[in-house]
């Protein structure tokens, strides 16, 4: 799974969207993705894949565990609080909410999903082309509440943010046997999950959406369970895997310059989490509370 709690990256992410100059006017938060943006899907899919028990959720409000894999809140709902919107942005799936609460803010993210269809197989949790299909749902009872004019403007002034690639790589590619290892080098996989992206973003687009953060995906081999199966040392990141990261990370930024010609009026930027978390990693103290960060006995 993603690293979901770090409340420090919300504050590059949103320098990111200010130097964008797209962050003028955001009316709803639209999410897409992994664990490291889930608020809570995954507790109404039958799925292995929750964190609805303790201690997830211990600084929550009120200390429960609300599905999202984190102590508290997520960098998509301080995004959101950001821009004025809600503290906390809602999962579709749950039924407490309804359209008048998903109007400023919804979450269609899934832990274990990836860009790859294969990679939701693994755990049996939303694939990223059913996140899409839940997003022209919302549209449709979004219109009925809003109206076709207003809908429109939502739209196409809501920021979109898309969080996930890790697990196409540790849930699947190295972990699946006779899968996606057998058909594809680690070049040509990246080649093939940037496809994706690049689909389901032309799909937003097609679909209204201009404001999007397109986040990368974090020196994975840093990640606490690959470095306890790091078969060198228990406490070393397994740099091959940070090197799959990083050139995986490369070719989004590659993917978010094509597109920002190619779409007009379409504004991406592309929110790098790789070094922030691996300044974490090297220099914990810098970060104040940290003194040995991400051990074997801390859980991702």
């Known amino acids: 799974m993603s690293p979901n709690c770090f409340p420090w990256l919300l504050l590059v992410q949103l320098l990111l969207l200010h130097s964008a100059n797209i962050a003028a006017k955001v009316p709803a938060i639209i999410i897409f993705g992994d664990s490291s943006v889930d608020a809570g899907n995954n507790n109404f899919i039958p799925t292995v894949a929750r964190s609805n028990f303790e201690p997830y959720g211990r600084d929550f409000n009120g200390g429960q565990p609300t599905g999202r894999f984190c ?21 579709y799936l749950d039924p407490k909410y309804t359209i008048k609460d998903f109007a400023s803010g919804v979450c269609f993210a899934s832990a274990g999903s990836g860009y790859d269809n294969a990679t939701s197989d ?33 739209i196409s002034e809501a920021l979109y943010i898309m969080s996930l690639g890790t697990n ?7 972990t699946v046997p ?3 290892r057998t058909q594809y080098t680690v070049d040509e996989y990246q080649d093939f999950l940037v496809g994706i992206a690049e689909g389901f973003i032309r799909n937003l687009y097609r679909l209204g959406a201009r404001k999007l953060d397109l986040t ?11 470095r306890v199966a790091n078969p060198t040392s228990r406490e070393a ?37 790789y070094y922030l978390f691996l300044d974490v990693i090297k220099k914990p103290l810098t970060f104040g509370e940290f003194k040995k960060p991400f051990t074997a006995t801390h859980s991702s």
């Open 237 to 273: 990141c397994n740099e091959m895997y940070n090197r799959v990261a990083w050139n995986f990370n490369g070719k989004l930024k590659q993917l978010v310059n094509k597109l920002n010609r190619e779409l007009s009026g379409m504004t991406i930027v592309y929110g790098d989490i």
């Open 122 to 154: 693994v755990l049996s949790v939303i694939p990223l082309w059913r996140e899409l299909e839940y997003f022209k749902e919302f549209q449709k009872k979004l219109e009925d509440y809003q109206g076709k004019a207003k809908t429109r403007e939502t």
């Open 168 to 174: 196409d790589f540790l849930e699947n590619y190295y």
């Open 216 to 226: 990368g995906i974090p020196p994975m081999g840093c990640l606490p369970l690959e």
């Open 71 to 91: 102590n508290g809140r997520l960098a998509t709902d301080f995004i959101s609080e950001g821009f004025g919107l809600l503290p906390a942005v809602p999962a």
């Open 178 to 180: 006779g899968g996606r």
